[in-house]
C-alpha cells in the first residue's frame, strides 16, 4: 500500500527567525543577569542571545513582564530553531513546562501566544515529552484557550491539541474528548468567518483524532466528526480537502471491531459518498489518493457494504482511474479495492467483468512495474475462485502472463516476493482444476512458466515449495510425455 502520507504531529518550525548577530555589549548583558537582575531595555534585548534553558527558566519568573515576555519567546525560539527533538528534554528537565502552563492563564496576551507555541514544540516530540506536557496539566487550559477572542492564540492552542492527540496514547485523545474538544473543532467550522489557515488546523486536529490508536476513537465521537469532515471535503482549500479525506480513511482503515459500523455511517449519507466518489478524479493526488483509499475500505467491508458502493456506479471510475493514472501507488491501490470486489459472490465478479475490467487487468499483467505487484496477482486469484471466469482467463491469456509474472519475480529482490509466488501458484492451480488440464499445462510449459515452477520446489520458504511440489505431483507428472522440465 501507499508509504504513510498524513498529517503526523504538526511541523514546528513554522515562521521562525534565526538568531541575530551577538554583540560584544550584548554578551556581556546576557551573562550580567546573575548580579542584581538587570531590567533595562538594553538587558531585555539580550535576552534573545540566551541559550541555555535554565538561565531562561529563571528569567521567565521575573517580576518584570518585559524578561517574563522576552524569555518565553526567546525558549519558543529555541524550540522552533531545533529539529532536534532530544533536545526538547534539556528544557523539560528545566522545569519550564510548568511555568509555560501557568502562563496560558497570563493577562498578556503575548506571553499566552509564545507559552502555546513553546508547548506545541514540546508536544511534537517523544511521547515522552508530549507526556511531560500532558502531566503539568496543559490540557484543559488549552482547551480554555479555544474560546480566545484572540484569533492567533485560538489557532496555536488547536495546534497544540493536535500535538497532543495525534501521539499514539489513546489516552490523550480521550482526555481532550472528555473536555469538549469535539464540539469546539466543530464551532469553527460552522463559522463563516473562519480564516483558511485556522480551518487547516482545525482539519488537522480531527484527522489526529481519528488515528488508529489501541483503543480506537469511540462510533459516538465518529459520529459527530463526520459531520464536520463532511463540511470541510468541500472546502476550496486543497489541504483541508486532502487532510479530511485522510481522517475518513483513518476512520474506516480494516481491521478495528467496530469498522463495519462505522463504514455505514458514511454509506448512510449518499450526499457525502457522491462528493467522495467526485474527488476520486480530482487532478491533485493528494485529494485523488485518499479518495481512493476510502472507496478500497468500504469495498473491503461486508458484501452487502461493496454492493452498495457499486450501486453508486464505482466501476466506471475504477476502470476511468485505471487508463489514466500514471502514480504506481493510486493503481495498486486501484487494484487492491478491484482485488476485493473479486473476492466476493459471482454477481459482484460478473459486475467487474461486464464493466470490461478483466481486459484491463490482463493490460497490466505486462506492464513492467504493475505486473510485480501482489494487488494485480490478487485480482486475478480472487477471480479463479469461479469456474466461470476461470475458462474466460484462460482463454484471454491469463496463463501465459502468469508465467511472464513467474519469471520477473523468481530470484529478483521484489518486494512481497514470497505473497506474489504463494498467489501466482494458487491461481495457476485453480486454472489446472478447471480447465482443459492438457491446454492449461501445455500452454505452461511453452509459456516457461514450467521451468520456474520446478525451481521453486527447492525455494527457501515451505509454502511455495509445498505449492510447486504439490503442483509437479498432481498435474506435469501425469503428462510427462509433454514436457520436458529440467
Given at each position: 500500500m501507499n508509504p504513510t502520507r498524513i498529517l503526523k504531529k504538526q511541523v514546528t518550525g513554522q515562521t521562525c527567525r534565526p538568531d541575530r548577530f551577538r554583540s560584544p555589549v550584548s554578551r556581556i548583558y546576557a551573562n550580567a543577569?546573575?548580579?542584581?537582575?538587570?531590567?533595562?531595555?538594553?538587558?531585555?534585548?539580550?535576552?534573545?542571545?540566551?541559550?541555555?534553558?535554565?538561565?531562561?527558566?529563571?528569567?521567565?519568573?521575573?517580576?518584570?513582564?518585559?524578561?517574563?515576555?522576552?524569555?518565553?519567546?526567546?525558549?519558543?525560539?529555541?524550540?522552533?530553531?531545533?529539529?532536534?527533538?532530544?533536545?526538547?528534554?534539556?528544557?523539560?528537565?528545566?522545569?519550564?513546562?510548568?511555568?509555560?502552563?501557568k502562563y496560558l492563564k497570563h493577562k498578556n496576551s503575548n506571553v499566552v501566544f509564545e507559552a502555546t507555541w513553546a508547548l506545541t514544540n514540546l508536544a511534537s516530540g517523544t511521547s515522552e515529552q508530549t507526556q511531560a506536557v500532558v502531566d503539568s496539566g496543559a490540557i484543559p487550559l488549552l482547551i480554555d484557550l479555544l474560546e480566545s477572542d484572540n484569533s492567533e492564540i485560538v489557532n496555536q492552542a488547536i495546534w497544540a491539541l493536535s500535538n497532543i492527540v495525534g501521539d499514539e496514547n489513546a489516552d490523550f485523545r480521550e482526555q481532550c474528548i472528555k473536555l469538549g474538544i469535539i464540539p469546539k473543532l466543530l464551532k469553527f467550522i460552522d463559522a463563516s468567518d473562519s480564516p483558511t489557515d485556522l480551518i487547516r488546523n482545525v482539519a488537522g486536529t480531527m484527522v489526529n483524532l481519528c488515528r488508529p490508536k489501541i483503543p480506537p476513537i469511540s462510533i459516538q465521537n465518529v459520529q459527530k466528526i463526520l459531520q464536520g469532515f463532511e463540511k470541510l471535503i468541500n472546502h476550496h482549500d486543497a489541504t483541508v480537502v486532502s487532510d479530511s479525506l485522510w481522517g475518513i480513511d483513518y476512520i474506516i482503515e480494516p481491521g478495528e471491531d467496530d469498522n463495519e459500523a462505522k463504514v455505514q455511517l458514511i454509506l448512510k449519507n449518499k450526499i457525502f459518498v457522491k462528493r467522495i466518489i467526485k474527488l476520486l478524479n480530482h487532478p491533485e493526488s493528494e485529494i485523488q489518493?485518499?479518495?481512493?483509499?476510502?472507496?478500497?475500505?468500504?469495498?473491503?467491508?461486508?458484501?452487502?457494504?461493496?454492493?452498495?458502493?457499486?450501486?453508486?456506479?464505482?466501476?466506471?471510475?475504477?476502470?476511468?482511474?485505471?487508463?489514466?493514472?500514471?502514480?504506481?501507488?493510486?493503481?495498486?491501490?486501484?487494484?487492491?479495492?478491484?482485488?476485493?470486489?473479486?473476492?466476493?459472490?459471482?454477481?459482484?465478479?460478473?459486475?467487474?467483468?461486464?464493466?470490461?475490467?478483466?481486459?484491463?487487468?490482463?493490460?497490466?499483467?505486462?506492464?513492467?512495474?504493475?505486473?510485480?505487484?501482489?494487488?494485480?496477482?490478487?485480482?486475478?486469484?480472487?477471480?479463479?475462485?469461479?469456474?466461470?471466469?476461470?475458462?474466460?482467463?484462460?482463454?484471454?491469456?491469463?496463463?501465459?502472463?502468469?508465467?511472464?509474472?513467474?519469471?520477473?519475480?523468481?530470484?529478483?529482490?521484489?518486494?512481497?516476493?514470497?505473497?506474489?509466488?504463494?498467489?501466482?501458484?494458487?491461481?495457476?492451480?485453480?486454472?489446472?482444476?478447471?480447465?482443459?488440464?492438457?491446454?492449461?499445462?501445455?500452454?505452461?510449459?511453452?509459456?516457461?512458466?514450467?521451468?520456474?515452477?520446478?525451481?521453486?520446489?527447492?525455494?527457501?520458504?515451505?509454502?511455495?515449495?509445498?505449492?510447486?511440489?504439490?503442483?509437479?505431483?498432481?498435474?506435469?507428472?501425469?503428462?510427462?510425455?509433454?514436457?520436458?522440465?529440467?
Open positions: 543577569y546573575v548580579n542584581g537582575m538587570q531590567e533595562d531595555s538594553d538587558f531585555v534585548e539580550s535576552i534573545q542571545y540566551i541559550t541555555d534553558p535554565l538561565k531562561l527558566k529563571t528569567l521567565s519568573l521575573s517580576s518584570n513582564p518585559d524578561i517574563q515576555l522576552a524569555s518565553i519567546r526567546q525558549i519558543r525560539k529555541l524550540l522552533s530553531d531545533s529539529f532536534d527533538i532530544l533536545k526538547n528534554d534539556k528544557f523539560i528537565e528545566s522545569g519550564i513546562i510548568p511555568v509555560l502552563v489518493s485518499p479518495a481512493i483509499r476510502i472507496i478500497g475500505n468500504i469495498i473491503y467491508g461486508t458484501n452487502l457494504q461493496t454492493q452498495e458502493i457499486l450501486d453508486f456506479g464505482i466501476l466506471t471510475n475504477i476502470k476511468e482511474l485505471l487508463h489514466s493514472s500514471d502514480d504506481i501507488y493510486a493503481i495498486k491501490d486501484i487494484l487492491w479495492a478491484l482485488s476485493n470486489i473479486l473476492k466476493g459472490p459471482i454477481e459482484h465478479v460478473n459486475a467487474v467483468f461486464d464493466a470490461g475490467l478483466f481486459s484491463t487487468i490482463l493490460e497490466y499483467s505486462y506492464d513492467e512495474e504493475i505486473r510485480i505487484e501482489n494487488e494485480l496477482i490478487l485480482c486475478i486469484k480472487n477471480a479463479a475462485e469461479h469456474p466461470k471466469y476461470v475458462e474466460i482467463m484462460i482463454n484471454m491469456g491469463f496463463i501465459q502472463s502468469l508465467s511472464e509474472i513467474l519469471k520477473n519475480v523468481h530470484g529478483s529482490d521484489v518486494v512481497h516476493e514470497e505473497n506474489i509466488l504463494i498467489n501466482v501458484l494458487t491461481a495457476l492451480q485453480k486454472f489446472t482444476i478447471v480447465g482443459n488440464k492438457k491446454d492449461v499445462l501445455k500452454e505452461i510449459q511453452n509459456s516457461g512458466g514450467a521451468h520456474f515452477i520446478a525451481k521453486l520446489q527447492k525455494h527457501e520458504n515451505e509454502e511455495i515449495q509445498h505449492l510447486a511440489k504439490s503442483y509437479f505431483g498432481k498435474f506435469f507428472l501425469l503428462y510427462e510425455t509433454l514436457f520436458l522440465v529440467k
